[in-house]
């Protein structure tokens, strides 16, 4: 792996100022731009995901294109748990957490014994055949109609979700702090930091001892719980599961949306989704040929020019101006 | 008993088409992932612009069958030379991720461009008189245009297999496969060979999209879509080989028929759990070498 991580492992844990600044935008946002909520809940859900992905790709240089398997198999729990049990949707989310997280662990045993283009591979066979479960199982995911008409009650019967999205977009604000919480934790653990060396110097970890494939495994079962949690999110959000929560191209997706912000730096999983996914609210309505081709450039340009996304672009800024008038 | 043998020769002869294609088109990409270590993911490109250039060079030009077949071939190989030249030789030393970036940038922008030329349906497949109709053997029908795909494979992967096993440009691929540094050192141009290797690899995609186009649709979806099956070849198979993947095209392409000839809700199931317990058993592919 050559990427141009700027993140990793950094001494000092603290929270530093200008990370409360995500948390005031967001809060910003609920009260200036009212109809703009259901999208911005999914923008939320999306930052969750991003960041069970930068756990695995930024900080455990694992490449995976079938991330989407762990978070349709949350969506689908936490869909077929209301249809089924109970809208409640705190134990919703758990049950999507655990099932992508025992999927994750299942998985991940399997192939993280392998590396390159193998491991790519069983990530995308994986996914697909994830797909064709819940394809071929309508009595239980309703195949290619998806899955709707549960209701979802009140969080612990008390915020009931309406029809404007405010409890919506609360909810996964309050779900997002906590797992922001939980991935910085790890991120600046030393388990955090064992992860980032498995990244950048796999055989050196295995000389000095390190536990590698151990360590990937519970990265890998974290990251599919993370997604799957994301995923029973967006289930109780929109009250309905399609197929598309598990294809390829939500995998794809979600990488760039990721490359897009910035890999390995945490805050490059809130900036990516939020670019991406206005800019796809905005071109794709307007100019829906145009926009994979906009897209697909865009990542070749970051590929080409800016490896550490816009994140990395605006380090690049700023050490300039400093240099300038520092 | 009659129709099960009936049925097993219609099954083996259909994969068998199918899996000659499936090899025609992913045999390049083996050679470009074991030669150059590159991680290809937009190789599908290439067989879709084949399928396209052949099918408006027939529909909308009145260019006859194999005139247009020989043109999808020649363009996508120099178009591709070119691409090679410009971004992909920047990014051989460049990581995985990187690299599967960039091939994934270049299906957005072809699928969008496929799109916009030619919209979103299939594209209809008018061949010419002498490609319709059954031959008889044995008492059975075969489609002639499938007898055809499988005698002109066959013809091509022994051209190919001529080419790499006993010219001199086949045992400087060989080389460079083994040891990069090595070939470089006794003064073997890499640079030059990757390109011209890269562009034949593309031109064969070219060659299978078009000649497959009546069995795997050309349609804007189509590098999304069946580049699962072309990767699948690739790392079943191993890479940098010409014989695994030629195995692995078979075998998924009479599986593939055999399973939605018969048991049609489990049709993708087999392959890919085919593929998660041949990776996990031999994690560089049937016959690649451990890495």
Redesign the interface.
């Known amino acids: 792996?050559?990427?141009n991580h700027a993140g990793g492992y950094v001494a000092d844990p603290r929270i530093r100022p200008i990370e409360w600044l995500p948390w005031l935008l967001a809060l910003l946002c609920y009260f200036v731009a009212p109809s703009y909520l259901p999208l911005g809940s999914y923008v939320l859900t999306m930052v969750i995901f991003a960041l069970s992905l930068d756990l695995i790709?930024g900080y455990g240089g694992i490449?995976t294109?079938g991330h989407s398997a762990y978070f349709g198999t949350g969506a689908y729990a936490a869909g077929i748990l209301a249809v089924h049990l109970t809208g409640e949707p705190l134990v919703g989310l758990v049950a999507g957490t655990l099932a992508a997280g025992l999927l994750g662990f299942v998985t991940g045993i399997?192939i993280l014994?392998?590396?390159?283009?193998?491991l790519?591979?069983?990530t995308?066979?994986?996914t697909?055949?994830c797909f064709?479960v819940a394809n071929?199982a309508t009595s239980w995911t309703g195949g290619a109609d998806g899955l709707g008409g549960f209701s979802v009650q009140p969080i612990v019967g008390l915020f009931k979700f309406d029809m404007f999205g405010k409890t919506a977009y609360l909810y996964c604000l309050v779900v997002l702090f906590a797992c922001w919480w939980l991935v910085r934790r790890l991120v600046y653990s030393p388990f955090g930091a064992s992860l980032t060396g498995v990244r950048e110097n796999n055989l050196r970890m295995h000389a000095v001892g390190a536990p590698v494939y151990r360590r990937l495994v519970i990265a890998y079962t974290i990251s599919a719980a993370l997604a799957g949690l994301a995923g029973a999110l967006l289930t109780q959000t929109t009250q309905f599961v399609g197929l598309k929560v598990l294809g390829?191209?939500l995998s794809?997706e979600l990488?760039?949306m990721l490359?897009l912000g910035g890999?390995g730096r945490i805050y490059g999983a809130f900036i990516g989704p939020l670019v991406y996914l206005i800019a796809q609210d905005y071109l794709a309505k307007q100019f829906p040929?145009?926009?994979?081709?906009f897209?697909?450039?865009?990542?070749?340009m970051?590929?080409?020019f800016a490896?550490g996304g816009i994140l990395g672009i605006l380090d690049a800024g700023i050490a300039r101006l400093r240099r300038r008038f520092g | 008993m009659q129709a099960l043998l009936s049925s097993l020769v219609s099954v083996a002869f259909h994969g068998l088409a199918y899996g000659m294609i499936l090899y025609v088109i992913s045999v390049g990409l083996s050679v470009t992932m074991g030669l150059m270590g590159f991680v290809n993911l937009a190789h599908g490109v290439f067989a879709m612009a084949g399928g396209y250039v052949m099918l408006s060079a027939m529909n909308r030009f009145g260019v006859p069958f194999p005139i247009a077949i020989a043109a999808a071939f020649v363009a996508v190989a120099l178009a591709s030379m070119v691409l090679e030249r410009l971004l992909y030789a920047r990014l051989y030393t460049a990581g995985e991720l990187e690299q599967v970036l960039f091939t994934i940038g270049l299906i957005f922008m072809s699928v969008s461009v496929a799109r916009l030329i030619y919209g979103t349906l299939p594209q209809p497949v008018y061949l010419p008189e002498y490609m319709k109709g059954q031959l008889q053997y044995l008492g059975r029908d075969f489609p002639t245009y499938r007898v055809f795909l499988i005698l002109f494979s066959v013809a091509i992967v022994g051209l190919l297999w001529f080419g790499v096993e006993r010219t001199r440009w086949g045992a400087m691929v060989r080389a460079a496969v083994d040891y990069r540094a090595m070939a470089q050192s006794v003064g073997i141009n890499t640079s030059r060979l990757f390109t011209l290797t890269f562009a034949l690899g593309s031109g064969l995609a070219a060659l299978g999209g078009a000649l497959g186009a009546e069995i795997i649709a050309i349609q804007p979806t189509y590098p999304f879509e069946h580049l699962v099956f072309f990767l699948i070849v690739v790392a079943v198979g191993g890479l940098g080989t010409l014989r695994g993947p030629f195995f692995a095209a078979l075998l998924i392409g009479v599986a593939d028929t055999a399973c939605k000839y018969w048991v049609p809700e489990f049709g993708a199931f087999f392959i890919f759990f085919a593929t998660i317990a041949v990776l996990l058993w031999r994690p560089a592919g049937l016959f690649g070498r451990a890495a």
């Not at chain 1, 040929?289 to 081709?293: D, G, I």
Request: proline content about 0%.
């Open positions: 792996m050559s990427v790709l490449i294109l399997v014994r392998t590396r390159g283009l193998a790519l591979m069983l995308l066979a994986i697909s055949l064709e071929k390829f191209e794809g990488v760039v490359v890999v040929e145009y926009w994979y081709f897209i697909g450039a865009i990542l070749v970051v590929v080409m490896r």
